[in-house]
């Protein structure tokens, strides 16, 4: 069974919606593939691989530990405790655990997912990270140790599962100031749908753009903000925002169209006047 592969990033300290965000000297510093991994358990067991790649001219060293975790609403990627209900880790193996990986060299890491038989059908979530570390010195010229990492999602589905989505409600999110759309997902698995969007006011097209798939987990929503206004400067008041959310599903692609009002206060144009 080859898995499907979505798309996810990681960062050491802080994490943004979809994205996991990491630094230019751990982007240089290794590359991995693929970054998001699905699978269906087959007799209990669902398995991936995953490429380490050293892309600096130094040797690098990598250690491999996973985690429970989620997308909330607001705060998007977190980690989770280890009681949490869909968590993989306890029937995860991966090898090795340790790699050393010279400049040019890439090395791989077997994930294999064991699901106990009594388990109840579900989706089960865990985060690969593959932490490295490298020497720095600070400004005063003392040796620092790095550490960076760069997660992998593995995704195990246990028995039939689908994921079920609805759009709540569009909305201007005053933190970022960005729009943003509420995705309901009441269905079993997680799914990473695009969006296609149109914004009008007064009947006239004010913006057109994509959002870039984006997980929404199984039993949970998600407030995905759009990249508008950005740099622009919107008129205050009521705008209607359409358009259609895109993913693929067992190769199957599925659309789900929507058409909500949102309204950009005064205060959004004003501030980016000063």
């Not at 990627?77 to 790699?99: G, H, I, V």
């Not at 760069?150 to 960005?178: E, H």
């Not at 309901?184 to 969007?197: D, E, Q």
Request: glycine residues 6%; hydrophobic residues 35%; aromatic residues 8%.
């Amino acid at each position: 069974m080859v898995p499907n592969t979505w798309l996810f990033k990681a960062a050491f300290g802080a994490c943004f919606s979809s994205l996991i965000l990491f630094s230019g000297k751990a982007s240089a510093q290794m590359s991995i593939s693929p970054l998001v991994i699905e699978a269906k358990a087959d007799r209990g067991q669902a398995q991936g691989i995953i490429a380490i790649t050293n892309t600096s001219n130094t040797l690098s060293r990598v250690r491999v530990y996973a985690e429970p975790f989620t997308y909330s609403r607001d705060a998007g990627f977190q980690t989770l405790p280890a009681n949490s209900p869909n968590n993989l880790t306890p029937y995860l193996q991966f090898s090795p655990r340790e790699l050393t990986i010279k400049p040019g060299e890439s090395r791989r890491v077997r994930l294999i997912g064991r699901l106990a038989p009594n388990l109840a059908d579900g989706e089960y979530r865990a985060v690969v990270f593959n932490e490295t570390l490298s020497e720095s010195k600070d400004s005063a010229g003392n040796n620092v140790t790095l550490a960076t990492r760069i997660g992998v999602t593995f995704y195990v589905r246990k028995g039939n599962l689908t994921p079920k989505l609805a759009v709540d409600n569009g909305s201007f999110n005053t933190r970022q100031k960005q729009i943003q759309l509420l995705v309901r997902n009441t269905g079993k698995a997680t799914v990473r749908p695009s969006i296609n969007w149109i914004l009008r006011r007064g009947g006239s097209v004010v913006k057109t753009g994509k959002v870039d798939a984006t997980a929404v987990v199984a039993e949970s929503d998600r407030n995905l903000l759009f990249n508008y206004p950005g740099k622009e400067n919107p008129a205050p008041g009521q705008y209607q925002l359409s358009g259609e959310l895109v993913w693929s599903e067992n190769d199957k692609k599925s659309k789900l169209p929507f058409n909500v009002n949102v309204t950009i206060p005064a205060s959004t144009t004003t501030s980016e006047k000063k």
